[in-house]
């Protein structure tokens, strides 16, 4: 039995025909070393973005305490700042 929720329809498992039930049933299983990768994956890009955070953050903060500064200085500042706080966190 169909039902019409909007433009999307709907279709019970058991009304499926025979043919898409098998090919539901044949997909292929996730090994475990896949979703181990696609963890990783995960987990990388999630430091990716919280890198572009920290470096969006820390422009921001040069521009609000240099607004008339260069593209080229502002660069410089941020590296200088990103910099400090790593030598900071070591020496803690």
């Known amino acids: ?16 025909p025979n ?12 090994t475990q070393k896949e979703k181990e990768r696609s963890l990783a994956e995960k987990r990388v890009n999630l430091a990716i973005n919280m890198s572009d955070a920290c470096v969006r953050i ?3 903060a040069v521009r609000d305490k240099n607004p008339k ?4 200085e502002l660069l410089e500042l941020v590296r200088e700042r990103i910099m400090h706080g ?4 070591r020496e803690v």
Not at 2 to 7: D, P, R, Y
Not at 19 to 30: D, G, I, N, Q, Y
Not at 69 to 72: L, S, Y
């Open 19 to 30: 043919c898409w039930k098998t090919r539901l049933v044949e997909l292929p299983k996730v």
């Open 1 to 16: 039995m169909w039902s019409a929720k909007g433009t999307e329809a709907f279709l019970a498992y058991s009304e499926l």
């Open 69 to 72: 500064v260069k593209k080229e």
């Open 86 to 89: 790593r030598h900071r966190m």
């Open 58 to 60: 820390s422009s921001d």
